[in-house]
C-alpha cells in the first residue's frame, strides 16, 4: 500500500523562485494536512483541509498557499521562496478531522 | 509557554531498562492525546492513542493525568530497536499540536 506519497523528496530553491509540493493518498481520507519540522521546533501544521472542497490556515501559513484538488490530492505552494522556509515538509491524512494520521516520507526543501 | 512541552532528552538508557516521558499540555479543552515514534529522517509514525482509562500495548503504557495535565509514556524491557524520538501529541476540536519530541537511545 503507497499509503501518503509526497513528490519531491529533495528539492534546492533560490531565494525568490516558486515551487508546488504535491501530496496524494490513496486511503479514502477525508483529512489532509501539511507540515513543517525544524530542529528543536516540532512539528507544525502550515494549513489543513478537514474535507475536500475546505481548505484553512494552521499555526504557521504565511508565505504558503494550498489547493485540495480532490479527495486524493493536496498541494502546498511557495509562491516565493524565502531562506527562513528551509525544512522538512510533511504531508498527512486520516479518515477524519483530528484524528491519528499517517504521514507520507517527507520533503527536504532548502532554499539558498 | 509552548502548548505541548516534552523533556527533550537525550535519554541513554541500557537494553532490558525500564524508561518513562512525560509530556505536559496547556490547553485544558484538549481531548484527544496520541504518541508518536519518529526515526532518524523519517516520517513520524502513530505508536498508541492515549486514553483517559490508560491503556497498554505490549511493553509500552500510556497514561493521561488530565488533573494535572500530562501524558506519560512508559516502556518495559527496552530494545534496541526503541532508539527513536517520541512525540507527544495533543487535540481539542480545533487543531492538533505536536510536541518537540523526546529522544531515546537503548544501547546493548
Known amino acids: 500500500n503507497a499509503g501518503v506519497t509526497q513528490t519531491p523528496k529533495f528539492q534546492v530553491l533560490k531565494t525568490g523562485q516558486s515551487m508546488t509540493l504535491q501530496c496524494a493518498q490513496d486511503?479514502?481520507?477525508?483529512?489532509m494536512y501539511w507540515y513543517r519540522q525544524d530542529p528543536g521546533m516540532g512539528l507544525r501544521l502550515i494549513y489543513y483541509?478537514?474535507?475536500?472542497?475546505?481548505?484553512d490556515k494552521g499555526e504557521v501559513p504565511n508565505g504558503y498557499n494550498v489547493s485540495r484538488l480532490n479527495k486524493r490530492e493536496f498541494s502546498l505552494r511557495l509562491e516565493s521562496a524565502a531562506p527562513s522556509q528551509t525544512s522538512v515538509y510533511f504531508c498527512a491524512s486520516s479518515p477524519l478531522y483530528n484524528q491519528p494520521q499517517h504521514f507520507g516520507d517527507g520533503t527536504r526543501l532548502s532554499i539558498l | 509557554r509552548k502548548e505541548v512541552e516534552q523533556d527533550p532528552g537525550p535519554f541513554n538508557v541500557p537494553e532490558g531498562a525500564t524508561v518513562a516521558f512525560n509530556c505536559t499540555y496547556s490547553?485544558?479543552?484538549?481531548?484527544?492525546f496520541f504518541w508518536y515514534r519518529q526515526d532518524c529522517r523519517k516520517e513520524p509514525k502513530l505508536l498508541m492513542s492515549v486514553y483517559s482509562s490508560g491503556n497498554e500495548d505490549g511493553r509500552f503504557t500510556a497514561q493521561l493525568n488530565r488533573a494535572s495535565q500530562y501524558i506519560s509514556l512508559l516502556i518495559r524491557d527496552s530494545k534496541l530497536s526503541d532508539s527513536a524520538t517520541y512525540l507527544c501529541?495533543?487535540?481539542?476540536?480545533?487543531?492538533?499540536?505536536f510536541g518537540a519530541g523526546t529522544r531515546l537511545t537503548v544501547k546493548p
Open positions: 490547553n485544558s479543552a484538549s481531548q484527544s
Open positions: 501529541v495533543v487535540s481539542n476540536n480545533n487543531d492538533m499540536r
Open positions: 483541509s478537514a474535507s475536500e472542497g475546505t481548505t
Open positions: 486511503m479514502n481520507h477525508n483529512s
